[in-house]
């Protein structure tokens, strides 16, 4: 059975083709078009799997753009999807972390991968992927440099939750001579910070699993441990856990 | 049949407005009341109308926020703004209105409103269950009888109250039932029908004709009922309860979120709701005045600290309503409402249900967030039944 799990997200489109046991996975940027961002995503996952659209069994989507794609046999939402994704690939987790990159949110899990309970962020760009996208743009390099150029030892403090208001502290920062890698921790632990307040809030259980794209970050991992005082999980392939779990929603996976 | 019926419900508030604008002519007096604690009884008994006044839409705010600030409930901005461009035609009819101090930015704003109209302000003790705070709230029942003898010229007397106290019994036990009715599978009332039932009563210039209307869809709901029930072809539906803010048509954003995504809101426990339906006036009492404080001091709303009768309600609430999932609305910035979550959520999870903690305004710019959040409570739900064995498709 050959079964497609869509993750359209804001910043990042993900898919992942489960034929048997083989997995095929692509990622794209989502751009203007969450719908074009799919189908380029359905193409290549189909062009890697050499395997044909009238193969497929179905498609689930998730992701904020699940709405716009017309090929979705089933929409549902990437609360389901991350629970499921890592139940499979991490059945001792019991707390996700996932932040992407225009929300954050935890996630309660049972053994079967069942949400017990979960928290979101989406009101407000502070502790997403959008806060380091911003402040990185401040510091004039690329976002996925971020945690290579980061200084521990030398981490200064960003006080301001409010993206808008973060950056003119980076500038103010500058201006005093701080060092960009100690600036750079400063950020990632004030997102570490933010999503351990939410986690808190609703209850931490371990093991914890940090997924999403910003999970890509080693230096956002490094704070978040720190804040959490304890190991996290982070998927080899973190950005697909969504996805993942879209695909085995149809395969029948959910009804352990 | 009972569409139609429920459909003319939407009609009173037009129905009202035009027979305000003839009475008033005759000199009748109308009073504009913005909350459930104030005695319409009193108003009643003073030969003037209560009519509740607009609140509950988005177009005024940017209108208030000239002179409010922006970080405060919609709820209250929107009240104000209604006044301020003079675009709630009861608003524009009302000879006094009244306010309670229900909160900080509710008694705040008053206080700036009297530039636009009369307004007589409340004041509202804390606790509902001590000698002093009591003996404040009868005392504010007898300046408020004082202060409508004195704007509307009139004498209030006993009788006259007693009439009105049995009229306004009447109509909350009208309202009960017909909410009541949801307590069945399939609910009766979609919550969007149940909101236009309770909301546009609401704005009813005629008591006794409202009641007569509500018991006449009541009667309607339990014939039609009586083929649905039997029709095993209407799919199960999750039943969401939710309690919280107030809301009315314009601030329906999460019932209508929660429909279209396939479920049911089945019962409302808030002001605009089931709150004050089983509070009945006890009508033993020598002075008219003591039976309607005793009534209104005991009104759940999270402005009494504490406020253990909303949890006892929400409890039972949640039984009798067969409720699968529970939502708590707050209006962003009312801190009341939004602290009270802690211990919602606290009994809620206690009761093994899933439960959604949404903090938004009456605008339109996070329903994407929203829908994710309740789509995956619904999905919570359905996992639930999934594993139990009864499929049951929700999306």
Not at chain 1, 9 to 27: E, I, T
Not at chain 2, 207 to 219: A, F, G, H, S, T
């Given at each position: ?9 804001s ?138 150029n ?6 200064a ?16 920062l ?49 704070a ?12 080899e ?9 879209a ?10 | ?18 027979r305000?604008l ?18 319409n ?51 524009n009819?009302s ?10 930015g ?168 089931y ?31 504490p ?7 929400l409890?039972?609430?949640?039984d ?53 959040r309740?789509?995956?409570m619904?999905?919570m ?15």
């Amino acid at each position: 059975m050959i079964v497609i799990g869509l993750d359209i997200g804001s910043v990042a489109a993900k898919g992942v083709l489960l034929n048997g046991d083989k997995q095929y996975k692509v990622v794209v940027p989502t751009g203007w078009s969450p719908r074009e961002a799919g189908e380029k995503i359905l193409e290549g996952l189909l062009e890697k799997a050499k395997c044909k659209y009238e193969q497929v069994e179905g498609i689930i989507v998730t992701g904020y753009g699940r709405v716009s794609f017309e090929k979705a046999s089933r929409t549902v939402t990437e609360i389901s999807c991350h629970a499921r994704g890592v139940a499979y690939l991490y059945p001792d987790v019991r707390t996700i972390i996932d932040v992407g990159g225009q929300d954050s949110k935890v996630i309660s899990i049972d053994e079967k991968g069942k949400v017990l309970d979960f928290s979101m962020n989406d009101k407000c760009a502070a502790g997403t992927g959008r806060f380091l996208q911003v402040t990185a743009n401040a510091l004039g390099i690329d976002v996925s440099e971020m945690d290579k150029n980061e200084i521990p030892s030398e981490k200064a403090a960003i006080n301001s939750m409010c993206t808008v208001f973060a950056e003119s502290e980076i500038i103010g920062l500058l201006a005093q001579n701080t060092s960009k890698g100690g600036i750079i921790a400063g950020l990632h632990q004030s997102v570490a910070r933010r999503v351990t307040g939410m986690a808190r809030r609703q209850g931490i259980k371990e093991k914890i699993a940090f997924t999403g794209g910003v999970a890509l970050n080693k230096g956002v991992q490094r704070a978040l441990e720190e804040e959490l005082k304890t190991p996290v999980i982070v998927p080899e392939e973190c950005q697909f856990t969504g996805a993942l779990g879209a695909a085995l929603l149809l395969s029948g996976y959910d009804l352990l | 049949m009972t569409k139609s019926l429920i459909e003319s419900f939407m009609d009173i508030r037009g129905e009202t407005v035009s027979r305000m604008l003839e009475v008033k002519k005759k000199g009748t007096k109308v009073v504009g009341v913005y909350c459930t604690f104030c005695p319409n009884e009193l108003i009643m008994a003073a030969g003037a109308i209560p009519v509740g006044l607009c609140g509950t839409k988005e177009d005024p705010i940017p209108a208030a926020e000239e002179v409010l600030p922006r970080n405060l409930c919609a709820l209250i901005k929107s009240s104000y703004g209604f006044g301020a461009t003079d675009t709630c035609p009861f608003f524009n009819f009302s000879d006094l209105i009244i306010g309670e101090t229900t909160c900080d930015g509710k008694k705040k704003m008053f206080e700036i409103m009297q530039d636009l109209k009369p307004v007589h302000v409340m004041q509202l003790p804390h606790l509902h269950n001590e000698g002093a705070s009591f003996e404040l709230w009868v005392d504010e029942l007898r300046k408020l009888k004082a202060r409508l003898e004195k704007d509307l010229d009139v004498e209030i007397k006993d009788e006259d109250i007693w009439k009105a106290i049995d009229l306004v019994n009447q109509e909350k036990r009208a309202l009960k039932e017909v909410s009541d009715l949801n307590k069945m599978d399939p609910p009766p009332l979609s919550g969007l029908d149940l909101l236009t039932v309770i909301w546009s009563s609401g704005f009813t210039y005629d008591r006794k004709e409202i009641v007569d209307r509500l018991n006449k869809i009541k009667d309607a709901l339990l014939e039609e009922q009586k083929e649905k029930a039997q029709d095993a072809s209407i799919p199960y539906k999750p039943r969401v309860l939710l309690t919280g803010c107030p809301v009315g048509i314009g601030s329906e954003k999460v019932i209508s979120l929660v429909e279209e995504l396939g479920a049911n809101v089945v019962a409302m426990e808030n002001c605009t709701g089931y709150k004050t339906l089983e509070l009945q006036t006890d009508t033993s009492y020598e002075d008219p005045l003591m039976a309607l404080a005793h009534k209104y001091i005991n009104i759940p709303c999270s402005c009494m600290s504490p406020n253990p009768y909303r949890m006892e309600l929400l409890d039972q609430m949640i039984d009798d309503f067969k409720a699968d999932a529970v939502i708590d609305l707050t209006w962003q910035a009312c801190h009341t409402y939004n602290i009270e979550s802690y211990d919602v959520e606290k009994l809620v999870k206690k009761k093994g249900l899933p439960m959604l903690h949404l903090e938004t305004d009456y605008s339109s710019s996070d329903l994407e967030g929203l829908k994710v959040r309740i789509e995956s409570m619904l999905e919570m739900i359905e996992d639930d039944s999934n594993r139990a064995g009864h499929r049951f498709r929700c999306c």
